[in-house]
Protein backbone atom coordinates (compact mmCIF):
# COMPACT_ATOMS: atom_id res chain seq x y z
CA UNK A 1 0.00 0.00 0.00
CA UNK A 2 1.56 3.45 -0.76
CA UNK A 3 1.23 6.44 1.32
CA UNK A 4 -1.67 8.82 0.63
CA UNK A 5 -0.24 12.22 -0.64
CA UNK A 6 -3.65 14.08 -0.57
CA UNK A 7 -6.93 13.55 1.01
CA UNK A 8 -10.07 15.33 0.34
CA UNK A 9 -12.58 14.56 3.26
CA UNK A 10 -16.01 15.33 2.75
CA UNK A 11 -15.26 19.08 1.51
CA UNK A 12 -17.79 21.55 0.89
CA UNK A 13 -17.52 24.83 -0.64
CA UNK A 14 -19.71 27.47 -0.90
CA UNK A 15 -19.91 30.87 -2.89
CA UNK A 16 -21.49 33.97 -1.41
CA UNK A 17 -23.46 35.21 -3.80
CA UNK A 18 -26.67 38.39 -3.86
CA UNK A 19 -28.78 35.26 -5.09
CA UNK A 20 -28.15 32.93 -1.80
CA UNK A 21 -25.34 30.66 -0.86
CA UNK A 22 -24.02 28.80 -4.38
CA UNK A 23 -23.08 25.03 -2.73
CA UNK A 24 -20.26 24.83 -5.24
CA UNK A 25 -18.34 21.25 -3.81
CA UNK A 26 -20.96 19.08 -1.42
CA UNK A 27 -19.08 16.29 0.30
CA UNK A 28 -16.19 16.29 -2.00
CA UNK A 29 -14.14 12.62 -0.92
CA UNK A 30 -11.39 11.60 -2.68
CA UNK A 31 -7.38 10.91 -2.38
CA UNK A 32 -4.71 10.79 -4.15
CA UNK A 33 -1.78 8.42 -3.53
CA UNK A 34 2.16 8.76 -3.85
CA UNK A 35 3.19 8.92 -7.75
CA UNK A 36 -0.32 7.89 -8.82
CA UNK A 37 -2.19 10.33 -11.57
CA UNK A 38 -5.86 10.57 -10.66
CA UNK A 39 -8.14 12.12 -13.27
CA UNK A 40 -11.04 14.41 -12.31
CA UNK A 41 -13.95 14.01 -15.35
CA UNK A 42 -17.30 15.98 -15.19
CA UNK A 43 -18.70 18.36 -17.59
CA UNK A 44 -18.19 22.12 -17.15
CA UNK A 45 -19.47 23.79 -14.25
CA UNK A 46 -19.54 20.82 -12.33
CA UNK A 47 -16.63 22.11 -9.61
CA UNK A 48 -13.68 21.26 -11.31
CA UNK A 49 -11.98 24.84 -10.98
CA UNK A 50 -13.32 25.40 -7.51
CA UNK A 51 -11.76 21.83 -6.08
CA UNK A 52 -8.80 22.84 -7.69
CA UNK A 53 -8.55 26.26 -6.30
CA UNK A 54 -9.62 24.98 -2.80
CA UNK A 55 -6.36 23.00 -3.01
CA UNK A 56 -3.95 25.62 -3.85
CA UNK A 57 -6.15 27.90 -1.70
CA UNK A 58 -6.25 30.63 -4.47
CA UNK A 59 -10.45 31.20 -3.86
CA UNK A 60 -12.65 33.98 -4.81
CA UNK A 61 -13.09 36.26 -2.08
CA UNK A 62 -16.82 35.27 -1.39
CA UNK A 63 -15.44 31.79 -1.50
CA UNK A 64 -16.49 29.77 2.24
CA UNK A 65 -15.30 26.52 3.56
CA UNK A 66 -17.83 24.82 5.25
CA UNK A 67 -17.01 21.93 5.97
CA UNK A 68 -14.36 18.68 5.55
CA UNK A 69 -10.69 18.59 5.41
CA UNK A 70 -8.37 18.71 2.91
CA UNK A 71 -4.72 16.74 3.83
CA UNK A 72 -1.64 16.94 2.19
CA UNK A 73 0.80 14.64 3.63
CA UNK A 74 -1.28 14.61 6.32
CA UNK A 75 -1.63 18.31 7.53
CA UNK A 76 -5.16 20.17 6.73
CA UNK A 77 -4.56 22.89 4.21
CA UNK A 78 -7.63 24.80 5.25
CA UNK A 79 -6.12 25.65 8.36
CA UNK A 80 -2.84 27.07 6.63
CA UNK A 81 -2.34 30.91 6.82
CA UNK A 82 -1.43 32.37 3.27
CA UNK A 83 2.49 32.69 4.35
CA UNK A 84 2.25 28.75 4.84
CA UNK A 85 0.06 27.81 2.15
CA UNK A 86 2.94 29.95 0.16
CA UNK A 87 5.30 27.79 0.55
CA UNK A 88 3.35 24.72 -0.43
CA UNK A 89 2.66 26.38 -3.91
CA UNK A 90 5.17 26.05 -6.81
CA UNK A 91 7.42 23.57 -4.64
CA UNK A 92 5.41 20.72 -3.25
CA UNK A 93 2.01 21.16 -5.59
CA UNK A 94 2.44 22.79 -8.91
CA UNK A 95 0.12 24.06 -11.64
CA UNK A 96 -0.62 23.52 -14.97
CA UNK A 97 -3.23 25.71 -16.06
CA UNK A 98 -5.59 25.13 -19.02
CA UNK A 99 -4.68 28.20 -21.27
CA UNK A 100 -1.02 28.26 -22.35
CA UNK A 101 -1.38 31.68 -23.96
CA UNK A 102 -2.11 33.66 -20.91
CA UNK A 103 -0.21 31.90 -18.26
CA UNK A 104 2.84 33.81 -19.30
CA UNK A 105 3.94 37.05 -18.47
CA UNK A 106 3.76 39.34 -22.00
CA UNK A 107 6.55 41.57 -21.45
CA UNK A 108 9.12 38.83 -19.61
CA UNK A 109 11.65 36.75 -21.13
CA UNK A 110 10.57 32.97 -20.65
CA UNK A 111 14.37 32.59 -18.97
CA UNK A 112 13.76 35.55 -16.77
CA UNK A 113 10.17 34.01 -16.04
CA UNK A 114 12.06 30.51 -15.23
CA UNK A 115 15.08 31.97 -12.85
CA UNK A 116 12.14 34.03 -11.38
CA UNK A 117 9.97 30.87 -9.90
CA UNK A 118 13.26 29.47 -8.56
CA UNK A 119 12.91 32.08 -6.01
CA UNK A 120 13.08 29.80 -2.92
CA UNK A 121 16.72 28.75 -4.09
CA UNK A 122 19.85 30.13 -2.99
CA UNK A 123 21.35 29.35 -6.34
CA UNK A 124 23.87 31.67 -8.52
CA UNK A 125 21.88 33.21 -11.20
CA UNK A 126 23.86 31.21 -13.96
CA UNK A 127 22.90 28.25 -12.08
CA UNK A 128 19.35 28.73 -12.25
CA UNK A 129 19.63 29.63 -15.62
CA UNK A 130 21.22 26.39 -16.82
CA UNK A 131 18.25 24.48 -14.24
CA UNK A 132 15.96 26.19 -16.62
CA UNK A 133 17.19 25.42 -20.01
CA UNK A 134 17.52 21.55 -18.93
CA UNK A 135 13.99 21.85 -18.08
CA UNK A 136 13.23 23.33 -21.30
CA UNK A 137 15.19 20.24 -23.40
CA UNK A 138 13.31 18.00 -20.87
CA UNK A 139 10.00 18.69 -22.04
CA UNK A 140 11.05 18.33 -25.67
CA UNK A 141 12.26 22.17 -26.59
CA UNK A 142 15.10 22.16 -29.10
CA UNK A 143 17.83 25.13 -28.68
CA UNK A 144 17.03 25.80 -24.95
CA UNK A 145 19.43 27.72 -24.37
CA UNK A 146 18.99 30.66 -26.98
CA UNK A 147 15.06 29.99 -26.88
CA UNK A 148 15.44 31.34 -23.21
CA UNK A 149 15.67 34.71 -24.30
CA UNK A 150 12.78 35.05 -26.36
CA UNK A 151 9.39 36.45 -25.30
CA UNK A 152 5.75 34.09 -24.81
CA UNK A 153 4.75 35.65 -28.24
CA UNK A 154 7.53 34.14 -29.82
CA UNK A 155 6.04 30.56 -28.91
CA UNK A 156 3.24 28.36 -30.34
CA UNK A 157 0.31 26.99 -28.13
CA UNK A 158 2.11 23.79 -27.94
CA UNK A 159 5.64 25.41 -27.17
CA UNK A 160 3.86 27.48 -24.03
CA UNK A 161 2.47 24.21 -22.60
CA UNK A 162 5.33 22.44 -22.71
CA UNK A 163 6.95 25.72 -21.07
CA UNK A 164 4.19 25.49 -18.40
CA UNK A 165 4.71 21.89 -17.71
CA UNK A 166 8.57 22.63 -17.43
CA UNK A 167 7.95 25.63 -14.97
CA UNK A 168 5.87 23.33 -13.11
CA UNK A 169 8.10 20.44 -13.02
CA UNK A 170 11.05 22.69 -11.92
CA UNK A 171 10.53 22.47 -8.39
CA UNK A 172 10.07 18.54 -8.53
CA UNK A 173 6.68 18.99 -6.58
CA UNK A 174 5.07 16.14 -5.36
CA UNK A 175 1.84 16.49 -6.54
CA UNK A 176 1.49 18.13 -9.74
CA UNK A 177 -2.16 19.64 -10.36
CA UNK A 178 -3.00 19.54 -14.79
CA UNK A 179 -6.03 21.97 -15.35
CA UNK A 180 -7.56 20.64 -18.88
CA UNK A 181 -3.83 20.92 -19.68
CA UNK A 182 -4.43 20.30 -23.83
CA UNK A 183 -7.85 21.33 -24.01
CA UNK A 184 -6.61 24.28 -25.70
CA UNK A 185 -4.70 22.68 -27.94
CA UNK A 186 -5.29 20.37 -31.45
CA UNK A 187 -5.11 17.30 -31.39
CA UNK A 188 -2.09 16.08 -32.12
CA UNK A 189 -0.80 18.27 -29.79
CA UNK A 190 -2.48 16.92 -27.09
CA UNK A 191 -0.57 13.41 -27.57
CA UNK A 192 2.71 14.58 -27.56
CA UNK A 193 2.09 17.06 -24.73
CA UNK A 194 0.78 13.92 -23.02
CA UNK A 195 3.12 11.63 -23.38
CA UNK A 196 6.17 14.29 -22.31
CA UNK A 197 4.14 14.72 -19.23
CA UNK A 198 3.56 11.34 -18.46
CA UNK A 199 7.40 10.26 -19.03
CA UNK A 200 8.81 13.16 -16.93
CA UNK A 201 5.51 12.00 -14.20
CA UNK A 202 7.47 8.61 -14.22
CA UNK A 203 10.66 9.64 -14.05
CA UNK A 204 10.22 12.37 -11.30
CA UNK A 205 7.59 9.84 -9.56
CA UNK A 206 5.36 12.86 -8.41
CA UNK A 207 1.75 12.69 -8.02
CA UNK A 208 -1.10 13.88 -10.74
CA UNK A 209 -4.53 15.61 -10.41
CA UNK A 210 -5.76 15.67 -14.20
CA UNK A 211 -8.58 17.16 -14.58
CA UNK A 212 -10.16 17.17 -18.12
CA UNK A 213 -13.30 16.46 -20.18
CA UNK A 214 -11.64 14.70 -22.69
CA UNK A 215 -11.94 10.66 -21.72
CA UNK A 216 -10.10 9.33 -23.81
CA UNK A 217 -6.77 11.34 -22.31
CA UNK A 218 -8.17 10.39 -19.12
CA UNK A 219 -8.41 6.76 -19.63
CA UNK A 220 -4.79 6.30 -21.49
CA UNK A 221 -2.86 8.41 -18.47
CA UNK A 222 -4.61 8.13 -14.85
CA UNK A 223 -4.57 4.85 -12.58
CA UNK A 224 -7.79 6.51 -10.73
CA UNK A 225 -10.65 8.55 -12.53
CA UNK A 226 -13.22 10.78 -10.02
CA UNK A 227 -16.48 11.70 -11.67
CA UNK A 228 -17.88 14.41 -10.58
CA UNK A 229 -21.26 16.16 -11.99
CA UNK A 230 -22.81 19.44 -9.60
CA UNK A 231 -20.46 19.74 -7.14
CA UNK A 232 -20.63 16.15 -5.94
CA UNK A 233 -18.52 13.34 -6.60
CA UNK A 234 -21.06 10.71 -8.26
CA UNK A 235 -18.44 7.53 -9.07
CA UNK A 236 -14.58 7.40 -8.12
CA UNK A 237 -12.54 3.97 -9.09
CA UNK A 238 -9.73 2.54 -10.55
CA UNK A 239 -9.80 3.59 -14.34
CA UNK A 240 -10.39 0.28 -15.62
CA UNK A 241 -13.89 -0.33 -13.50
CA UNK A 242 -15.26 3.01 -14.25
CA UNK A 243 -14.57 2.61 -18.10
CA UNK A 244 -15.75 -1.03 -18.68
CA UNK A 245 -18.35 -1.15 -15.75
CA UNK A 246 -19.69 2.34 -14.75
CA UNK A 247 -21.95 1.74 -12.01
CA UNK A 248 -23.27 5.17 -12.03
CA UNK A 249 -26.14 6.39 -14.94
CA UNK A 250 -24.21 9.76 -15.56
CA UNK A 251 -20.62 7.93 -16.00
CA UNK A 252 -22.42 5.66 -18.28
CA UNK A 253 -23.87 8.57 -20.48
CA UNK A 254 -20.82 9.90 -20.31
CA UNK A 255 -19.03 7.51 -21.69
CA UNK A 256 -21.76 7.45 -24.39
CA UNK A 257 -21.61 10.71 -25.29
CA UNK A 258 -17.50 10.70 -25.98
CA UNK A 259 -16.71 10.83 -29.71
CA UNK A 260 -14.59 8.26 -29.12
CA UNK A 261 -16.77 5.38 -28.54
CA UNK A 262 -19.23 6.24 -30.97
CA UNK A 263 -19.03 3.29 -33.26
CA UNK A 264 -22.28 4.23 -35.68
CA UNK A 265 -22.24 7.18 -38.27
CA UNK A 266 -25.01 9.44 -36.88
CA UNK A 267 -26.11 12.90 -37.92
CA UNK A 268 -26.51 14.43 -34.23
CA UNK A 269 -23.79 13.38 -31.94
CA UNK A 270 -25.54 12.36 -28.37
CA UNK A 271 -25.69 14.51 -25.50
CA UNK A 272 -27.29 14.25 -22.21
CA UNK A 273 -30.75 16.14 -22.40
CA UNK A 274 -31.43 18.17 -19.85
CA UNK A 275 -28.94 20.60 -17.57
CA UNK A 276 -27.24 20.68 -14.49
CA UNK A 277 -28.97 21.89 -11.67
CA UNK A 278 -29.34 25.35 -10.00
CA UNK A 279 -26.19 25.19 -7.13
CA UNK A 280 -28.36 28.41 -5.34
CA UNK A 281 -30.76 26.15 -5.26
CA UNK A 282 -30.47 22.61 -4.91
CA UNK A 283 -33.04 19.83 -5.75
CA UNK A 284 -34.06 17.69 -3.12
CA UNK A 285 -32.44 14.16 -3.64
CA UNK A 286 -30.30 12.43 -5.94
CA UNK A 287 -28.24 15.46 -7.97
CA UNK A 288 -28.74 13.45 -10.90
CA UNK A 289 -32.32 12.73 -10.81
CA UNK A 290 -33.90 15.18 -13.19
CA UNK A 291 -31.86 14.12 -16.04
CA UNK A 292 -31.62 10.40 -15.28
CA UNK A 293 -33.78 8.18 -17.43
CA UNK A 294 -33.45 4.86 -14.54
CA UNK A 295 -34.79 7.65 -11.68
CA UNK A 296 -37.09 5.71 -9.40
CA UNK A 297 -39.28 6.70 -6.23
CA UNK A 298 -36.05 6.15 -3.97
CA UNK A 299 -34.07 8.73 -6.21
CA UNK A 300 -36.26 11.22 -4.06
CA UNK A 301 -33.16 10.21 -1.18
CA UNK A 302 -29.76 11.36 -1.21
CA UNK A 303 -28.23 8.40 -2.57
CA UNK A 304 -24.20 7.62 -0.54
CA UNK A 305 -21.34 7.45 -2.20
CA UNK A 306 -21.11 3.91 -1.45
CA UNK A 307 -18.32 1.13 -2.13
CA UNK A 308 -19.35 -1.46 -4.73
CA UNK A 309 -16.21 -3.43 -5.22
CA UNK A 310 -12.21 -2.77 -3.91
CA UNK A 311 -11.80 1.30 -4.37
CA UNK A 312 -14.50 1.54 -6.60
CA UNK A 313 -17.41 4.30 -5.47
CA UNK A 314 -20.68 5.39 -6.73
CA UNK A 315 -23.57 7.49 -5.37
CA UNK A 316 -26.68 5.38 -7.24
CA UNK A 317 -29.46 3.59 -5.35
CA UNK A 318 -29.12 1.35 -8.64
CA UNK A 319 -26.35 -0.40 -6.61
CA UNK A 320 -28.33 -0.53 -3.65
CA UNK A 321 -30.55 -4.11 -2.61
CA UNK A 322 -34.04 -3.28 -4.46
CA UNK A 323 -32.91 -0.51 -6.82
CA UNK A 324 -34.87 2.73 -7.80
CA UNK A 325 -37.85 1.29 -6.64
CA UNK B 1 21.27 42.72 -16.82
CA UNK B 2 21.87 43.18 -20.96
CA UNK B 3 18.07 42.96 -21.57
CA UNK B 4 16.46 46.22 -20.87
CA UNK B 5 19.13 48.04 -22.73
CA UNK B 6 18.17 46.34 -25.94
CA UNK B 7 14.59 46.92 -24.91
CA UNK B 8 15.63 50.50 -25.01
CA UNK B 9 17.45 50.40 -28.16
CA UNK B 10 14.61 48.76 -29.86
CA UNK B 11 11.45 51.25 -28.75
CA UNK B 12 14.22 53.76 -29.58
CA UNK B 13 14.94 52.66 -33.23
CA UNK B 14 10.81 52.10 -33.57
CA UNK B 15 10.41 55.82 -32.15
CA UNK B 16 13.34 56.51 -35.17
CA UNK B 17 11.56 54.78 -37.78
CA UNK B 18 8.42 57.23 -37.71
CA UNK B 19 8.80 60.48 -39.15
CA UNK B 20 6.63 63.04 -36.01
CA UNK B 21 8.67 60.25 -33.49
CA UNK B 22 12.13 61.29 -35.12
CA UNK B 23 11.34 64.94 -35.48
CA UNK B 24 10.55 64.79 -31.40
CA UNK B 25 13.93 63.10 -30.81
CA UNK B 26 15.63 65.61 -32.54
CA UNK B 27 13.86 68.53 -30.76
CA UNK B 28 14.20 66.74 -27.34
CA UNK B 29 17.57 65.62 -28.06
CA UNK B 30 18.62 69.14 -28.84
CA UNK B 31 16.69 71.02 -25.89
CA UNK B 32 18.56 67.89 -23.41
CA UNK B 33 21.92 68.63 -24.76
CA UNK B 34 21.43 72.55 -24.83
CA UNK B 35 20.42 71.81 -21.34
CA UNK B 36 23.10 69.57 -20.21
CA UNK B 37 26.00 71.69 -21.91
CA UNK B 38 24.05 75.29 -21.34
CA UNK B 39 27.23 76.63 -19.62
CA UNK B 40 29.54 75.99 -22.74
CA UNK B 41 27.02 76.99 -24.99
CA UNK B 42 26.41 80.40 -23.74
CA UNK B 43 27.98 83.22 -25.49
CA UNK B 44 27.21 85.39 -22.87
CA UNK B 45 26.66 85.54 -19.10
CA UNK B 46 22.86 85.55 -19.14
CA UNK B 47 22.53 88.15 -15.90
CA UNK B 48 25.43 90.10 -16.54
CA UNK B 49 24.10 93.70 -17.66
CA UNK B 50 25.38 95.73 -20.32
CA UNK B 51 23.17 98.61 -19.90
CA UNK B 52 25.13 100.61 -23.16
CA UNK B 53 23.75 97.49 -25.60
CA UNK B 54 20.04 96.92 -24.32
CA UNK B 55 17.15 96.38 -26.44
CA UNK B 56 19.58 95.30 -29.77
CA UNK B 57 17.53 93.27 -32.65
CA UNK B 58 19.68 90.70 -33.56
CA UNK B 59 23.23 90.79 -35.06
CA UNK B 60 25.99 88.85 -35.01
CA UNK B 61 27.05 89.71 -31.74
CA UNK B 62 24.18 88.81 -29.64
CA UNK B 63 21.94 86.49 -31.99
CA UNK B 64 18.09 87.34 -30.66
CA UNK B 65 18.76 90.66 -29.85
CA UNK B 66 19.05 92.15 -26.22
CA UNK B 67 16.54 93.03 -23.57
CA UNK B 68 15.71 95.97 -21.68
CA UNK B 69 18.98 95.90 -19.25
CA UNK B 70 21.28 94.97 -22.71
CA UNK B 71 21.28 90.64 -21.77
CA UNK B 72 21.80 88.26 -23.90
CA UNK B 73 18.15 87.16 -25.31
CA UNK B 74 19.95 84.18 -26.52
CA UNK B 75 21.96 82.78 -23.53
CA UNK B 76 19.07 83.31 -21.43
CA UNK B 77 17.06 81.03 -23.75
CA UNK B 78 19.42 78.40 -23.47
CA UNK B 79 19.47 78.65 -19.97
CA UNK B 80 15.91 79.12 -19.63
CA UNK B 81 16.03 75.69 -21.50
CA UNK B 82 18.00 74.15 -18.28
CA UNK B 83 15.77 75.90 -16.02
CA UNK B 84 12.48 74.24 -17.49
CA UNK B 85 13.84 70.85 -17.60
CA UNK B 86 15.27 71.49 -14.46
CA UNK B 87 11.38 71.57 -13.36
CA UNK B 88 9.69 69.32 -15.45
CA UNK B 89 11.79 66.05 -15.26
CA UNK B 90 12.11 65.64 -11.01
CA UNK B 91 8.20 66.65 -10.93
CA UNK B 92 6.80 64.27 -13.82
CA UNK B 93 9.67 61.29 -12.33
CA UNK B 94 8.70 62.24 -9.16
CA UNK B 95 5.23 62.52 -9.34
CA UNK B 96 5.39 58.95 -11.62
CA UNK B 97 7.05 57.29 -9.19
CA UNK B 98 5.02 58.21 -6.61
CA UNK B 99 1.97 57.62 -8.34
CA UNK B 100 2.90 54.56 -9.73
CA UNK B 101 3.21 53.22 -5.89
CA UNK B 102 0.05 53.93 -4.85
CA UNK B 103 -1.87 53.27 -7.65
CA UNK B 104 -0.21 49.85 -7.41
CA UNK B 105 -1.16 49.18 -3.96
CA UNK B 106 -4.27 50.73 -4.73
CA UNK B 107 -4.97 48.34 -7.20
CA UNK B 108 -3.76 45.19 -5.23
CA UNK B 109 -4.38 46.03 -2.12
CA UNK B 110 -7.43 45.46 0.26
CA UNK B 111 -10.46 47.44 -1.16
CA UNK B 112 -10.57 49.65 2.08
CA UNK B 113 -6.93 51.12 0.97
CA UNK B 114 -8.11 51.64 -2.58
CA UNK B 115 -11.04 53.58 -1.36
CA UNK B 116 -8.79 55.58 0.68
CA UNK B 117 -6.08 56.42 -1.77
CA UNK B 118 -8.99 57.02 -4.52
CA UNK B 119 -10.15 59.26 -2.21
CA UNK B 120 -6.68 61.06 -2.01
CA UNK B 121 -6.43 61.34 -5.42
CA UNK B 122 -9.58 62.98 -6.10
CA UNK B 123 -9.47 65.05 -3.55
CA UNK B 124 -6.03 66.75 -5.01
CA UNK B 125 -7.40 66.55 -8.04
CA UNK B 126 -10.20 68.99 -7.27
CA UNK B 127 -7.64 71.96 -7.28
CA UNK B 128 -7.35 73.19 -10.09
CA UNK B 129 -3.74 73.20 -10.82
CA UNK B 130 -2.98 76.65 -11.55
CA UNK B 131 -4.58 78.14 -8.67
CA UNK B 132 -3.53 75.87 -6.05
CA UNK B 133 0.49 76.44 -7.16
CA UNK B 134 -0.63 80.24 -7.00
CA UNK B 135 -1.73 79.55 -3.70
CA UNK B 136 1.10 77.83 -2.71
CA UNK B 137 3.61 80.35 -4.06
CA UNK B 138 1.78 82.88 -1.79
CA UNK B 139 2.11 80.83 0.93
CA UNK B 140 5.67 80.11 0.69
CA UNK B 141 7.31 82.07 -1.80
CA UNK B 142 8.32 81.60 -5.47
CA UNK B 143 11.42 79.42 -6.24
CA UNK B 144 12.20 76.56 -8.28
CA UNK B 145 11.40 73.76 -5.78
CA UNK B 146 7.81 75.21 -5.20
CA UNK B 147 7.00 74.89 -8.35
CA UNK B 148 8.65 71.20 -8.73
CA UNK B 149 6.45 70.53 -5.51
CA UNK B 150 3.45 71.80 -6.90
CA UNK B 151 3.60 70.49 -9.77
CA UNK B 152 4.49 66.90 -8.06
CA UNK B 153 1.39 66.78 -5.82
CA UNK B 154 -1.24 67.90 -8.21
CA UNK B 155 -0.12 65.17 -10.98
CA UNK B 156 0.60 62.30 -8.35
CA UNK B 157 -3.17 61.41 -9.26
CA UNK B 158 -2.90 61.02 -13.20
CA UNK B 159 -0.53 58.55 -12.44
CA UNK B 160 -1.73 56.99 -9.67
CA UNK B 161 -5.34 56.61 -11.11
CA UNK B 162 -3.41 54.72 -14.69
CA UNK B 163 -1.12 52.85 -12.61
CA UNK B 164 -4.53 51.47 -10.43
CA UNK B 165 -6.28 50.64 -13.83
CA UNK B 166 -3.35 48.53 -15.26
CA UNK B 167 -2.90 46.53 -12.05
CA UNK B 168 -6.76 45.94 -11.57
CA UNK B 169 -6.37 44.62 -14.92
CA UNK B 170 -3.67 42.64 -14.43
CA UNK B 171 -4.30 41.29 -10.95
CA UNK B 172 -7.26 38.42 -12.36
CA UNK B 173 -4.95 37.58 -15.57
CA UNK B 174 -3.92 34.20 -15.78
CA UNK B 175 -0.82 34.97 -15.68
CA UNK B 176 -1.01 36.54 -12.30
CA UNK B 177 -3.05 33.48 -11.40
CA UNK B 178 -0.31 31.37 -12.28
CA UNK B 179 2.82 33.27 -10.35
CA UNK B 180 0.40 33.28 -7.55
CA UNK B 181 -0.33 29.29 -8.04
CA UNK B 182 3.44 29.20 -8.19
CA UNK B 183 4.59 30.79 -4.82
CA UNK B 184 5.11 34.48 -5.43
CA UNK B 185 4.83 36.50 -2.74
CA UNK B 186 2.60 39.78 -3.23
CA UNK B 187 5.98 42.10 -3.41
CA UNK B 188 7.43 39.79 -6.11
CA UNK B 189 4.04 39.97 -7.92
CA UNK B 190 4.23 43.50 -7.88
CA UNK B 191 8.23 43.95 -8.37
CA UNK B 192 8.78 41.99 -10.71
CA UNK B 193 6.00 40.47 -12.73
CA UNK B 194 3.27 43.65 -12.58
CA UNK B 195 5.76 46.59 -12.71
CA UNK B 196 7.25 46.07 -16.37
CA UNK B 197 3.89 45.71 -17.70
CA UNK B 198 2.72 49.05 -16.25
CA UNK B 199 6.13 51.29 -16.54
CA UNK B 200 5.78 51.05 -20.23
CA UNK B 201 2.11 53.38 -20.24
CA UNK B 202 2.93 55.38 -17.80
CA UNK B 203 6.50 56.40 -19.58
CA UNK B 204 4.06 57.16 -22.35
CA UNK B 205 2.19 59.24 -20.15
CA UNK B 206 5.24 61.01 -18.19
CA UNK B 207 6.42 61.69 -22.09
CA UNK B 208 3.24 63.09 -22.99
CA UNK B 209 3.03 65.19 -19.22
CA UNK B 210 6.63 66.83 -19.54
CA UNK B 211 5.58 69.87 -22.49
CA UNK B 212 2.55 70.73 -19.83
CA UNK B 213 5.19 70.97 -16.71
CA UNK B 214 6.88 73.31 -19.11
CA UNK B 215 4.02 75.58 -20.03
CA UNK B 216 3.04 75.41 -16.34
CA UNK B 217 6.51 76.73 -14.70
CA UNK B 218 5.98 79.08 -17.94
CA UNK B 219 2.78 80.62 -17.12
CA UNK B 220 3.73 80.49 -13.54
CA UNK B 221 6.78 82.63 -14.28
CA UNK B 222 5.24 84.82 -17.24
CA UNK B 223 3.12 85.56 -13.76
CA UNK B 224 5.77 86.61 -11.65
CA UNK B 225 5.55 83.35 -9.39
CA UNK B 226 7.64 80.89 -11.13
CA UNK B 227 11.40 81.29 -10.57
CA UNK B 228 12.87 84.05 -9.24
CA UNK B 229 14.52 87.15 -11.15
CA UNK B 230 17.34 86.96 -12.86
CA UNK B 231 16.91 83.49 -13.27
CA UNK B 232 16.17 83.16 -16.95
CA UNK B 233 13.24 81.28 -17.54
CA UNK B 234 10.87 80.98 -20.91
CA UNK B 235 8.04 82.56 -19.40
CA UNK B 236 10.33 85.16 -17.28
CA UNK B 237 11.59 86.25 -21.05
CA UNK B 238 8.01 86.22 -22.49
CA UNK B 239 6.93 88.37 -19.49
CA UNK B 240 9.55 91.11 -19.99
CA UNK B 241 8.87 91.00 -24.20
CA UNK B 242 5.15 91.22 -23.21
CA UNK B 243 5.73 94.42 -21.52
CA UNK B 244 8.44 95.54 -23.80
CA UNK B 245 6.99 93.97 -27.32
CA UNK B 246 6.38 97.46 -28.95
CA UNK B 247 10.19 98.17 -28.59
CA UNK B 248 11.53 95.11 -29.74
CA UNK B 249 9.57 91.59 -30.34
CA UNK B 250 12.81 89.14 -30.07
CA UNK B 251 12.33 89.15 -26.60
CA UNK B 252 8.66 87.36 -27.19
CA UNK B 253 10.32 85.26 -29.88
CA UNK B 254 13.21 83.82 -27.80
CA UNK B 255 10.31 83.03 -24.87
CA UNK B 256 7.78 81.62 -27.26
CA UNK B 257 9.30 79.70 -29.59
CA UNK B 258 11.36 77.24 -27.10
CA UNK B 259 7.67 76.45 -25.45
CA UNK B 260 6.51 75.92 -28.80
CA UNK B 261 8.84 73.55 -29.77
CA UNK B 262 9.68 71.84 -26.49
CA UNK B 263 5.63 71.06 -26.23
CA UNK B 264 5.79 69.89 -29.69
CA UNK B 265 8.94 68.21 -29.74
CA UNK B 266 7.28 66.10 -26.05
CA UNK B 267 4.42 65.61 -27.38
CA UNK B 268 5.73 63.53 -31.17
CA UNK B 269 8.01 61.80 -28.99
CA UNK B 270 5.38 60.85 -26.33
CA UNK B 271 2.85 59.64 -29.52
CA UNK B 272 5.23 57.60 -31.18
CA UNK B 273 6.35 56.11 -27.92
CA UNK B 274 2.92 55.59 -26.91
CA UNK B 275 2.58 53.30 -30.29
CA UNK B 276 5.92 51.55 -30.12
CA UNK B 277 5.19 50.05 -26.90
CA UNK B 278 1.72 49.17 -27.00
CA UNK B 279 1.91 45.67 -27.05
CA UNK B 280 -0.78 45.37 -29.34
CA UNK B 281 1.84 46.44 -32.17
CA UNK B 282 4.85 45.11 -30.22
CA UNK B 283 5.07 42.07 -32.81
CA UNK B 284 5.61 44.49 -35.58
CA UNK B 285 9.12 44.95 -33.98
Known amino acids: ?71 FKGQDLLQNNERQMRSLRGSDISIIFQDPMQTHNPVLSIGAQMVDIQHRSKAAKADKRATAAKMLAAVGIPDPEARLDQFPHEFSGGMRQRIAIAMALMSEPDLLIADEPTTALDATLEVQIIERLHELQREMHCAVLFISHHLGVIAELCDRVVVMYAGAVVESGDVRAIFHDPKHPYTRRLIDCDPGHIKERARVLPTIPGEVPDLANLPTGCIFRDRCEQAGPRCAAVPPLAGIADGHNAACWLNHKGGVS | MEKPRSELSLILRGVARDPLGLMGLIIVGTIIFCALFAVWLVPYDPIAMNIKDRLQGPSLNHLLGTDQLGRDTFSRVIMGGQVALKVALPAVFGAMAIGLTLGMIAGYG ?125 GALLKDGYSLIRQTPWLVVGGGLPIILATLGFTFLGESLRDVVDPKLRKNR
Open chain 2, 110 to 234: PKWLDNLLMLFFDTIRSFPTVMFALAVVALVGPSLETVVLVVMATSIPTYGRVARTQTLTLRNSEFILAERAMGASMTRILGVHMLPNIIGVLAVLAAMDIPTVIALEAGLSFLGLGVKPPTPSW
Open chain 1, 1 to 71: MTETLLEIDNLGVDYETARGDLKALRDISFDVKKGEIVGIVGESGCGKSTLISSILKLTAPNTRFRNGEVR
